[in-house]
Every structure is written in C-alpha cells, then in structure tokens.
C-alpha cells in the first residue's frame, strides 16, 4: 500500500456502490476501473462482484481492490452523475463520492 493510499484510507477495506438514478450511462467509470464497473444494456454503471458478474441490486457493493483504489477513486471524482460512493466497510462512512466529508 503506498502512504498516500494508507493515508487516503487509514488502513481499512473499501467498498463501492453506484446510485443508478443518478447514474448517466457516459461510461468514465468503466474506462477508469474496468474491473470493478460495467454498463449494463440498460445504459447504466453497476459494481461487479468478485464473481466478475454485474451486480444490479440497488444499493450492491463490491470491494475495492487495493490495486485499483485510485482507479476507483479517479472515477468517483470525475463521474459528471456523482452516483459513485466509495465508503469505509467498517463504520459505512463515505470517504469519496458526493457525500464524502
């Protein structure tokens, strides 16, 4: 893990949710974090699962991988919808996305 990860994070698992209604299907995620985002046929963003399978329950969330935190990261901030949440597992406290403190 790099300082600058262990800062971001203090040390703990990550997980993402994408709020669809908020989602506008442009992809950025995707393009960012293949691996953790896919669009759907429906024109819209979804976690995958370890499984590689689409998770289109409301409210899904899959881990981040280490690897690809800041990939993960990166498409949060620049997501145009603000539909991606990347909380601590821990305690649910967003750390990036809209509601980030």
């Known amino acids: 893990m790099s300082v600058q990860q262990e800062v971001a994070t203090g040390g703990e ?3 993402v949710w ?6 506008t299907g442009d992809g950025i995620c995707a393009q960012y974090a293949p691996e953790v985002f ?10 995958k699962g370890a499984d ?10 899959t881990r981040v991988p280490l690897p690809l935190l800041m990939d993960v990261v ?13 909380r601590r597992v821990s305690d649910k406290v967003e750390v990036y996305g809209p509601d980030a403190e």
């Open 13 to 15: 698992e990550l997980e």
């Open 18 to 23: 994408i709020d669809q209604d908020l989602c």
């Open 38 to 47: 896919e669009l759907d046929i429906d024109g819209l963003a979804y976690v």
């Open 52 to 61: 590689d399978e689409l998770l289109q329950a409301q409210g899904a969330t």
């Open 74 to 86: 990166d498409s949060a901030k620049e997501c145009p919808g603000d539909c991606i949440h990347v």
